[in-house]
């Protein structure tokens, strides 16, 4: 069983920087690929970025590439999504989420490969 805390979301204005944090409970973390996704208000869920569970390889939705960047810490069952140059249309709440099948990276943009999930951390951004 793999349990994730998402922190780091909150209030800040348009073309801030901010880094969201999920913290993972549970001997598998290093295992698994992980992921962001994240929805806004009436929106689908939709996928924000992947790395996969070395580190060595990442993903990332095309709206996303450039201003957000997704890295880990296996030592410290951390995985972070660094997002620069917030926009208004960024606001929503991200969640994290882990591979539910260790060593894999297939489709890493497709939520049905993720079987845990965070409670989400609200991120909203003012104009």
């Known amino acids: 069983q793999v349990q994730l805390v998402e922190s780091g979301g909150k209030l800040v204005q348009a073309g801030d920087s901010l880094r969201l944090s999920c913290a993972a409970s549970?001997?598998?973390?290093?295992?698994?690929?992980m992921g962001w996704f994240r929805q806004a208000p009436g929106k689908e869920r939709e996928f924000v970025a992947a790395?996969?569970?070395?580190?060595?390889?990442?993903y990332y939705a095309d709206s996303m590439k450039g201003r957000f960047t997704v890295s880990r810490d296996n030592a410290k069952n951390t995985v972070y999504l660094q997002m620069n140059n917030l926009k208004p249309g960024d606001t929503a709440v991200y969640y994290c989420?882990?591979?539910?099948?260790?060593?894999?990276?297939?489709?890493?943009?497709?939520?049905?490969?993720?079987?845990?999930w965070g409670q989400g951390t609200q991120v909203t951004v003012s104009s």
């Open positions: 790395i996969k569970w070395s580190g060595s390889m990442s």
């Open positions: 549970g001997r598998t973390f290093s295992s698994n690929t």
């Open positions: 989420a882990s591979y539910t099948r260790a060593f894999q990276y297939t489709s890493p943009g497709d939520s049905r490969n993720y079987g845990y």
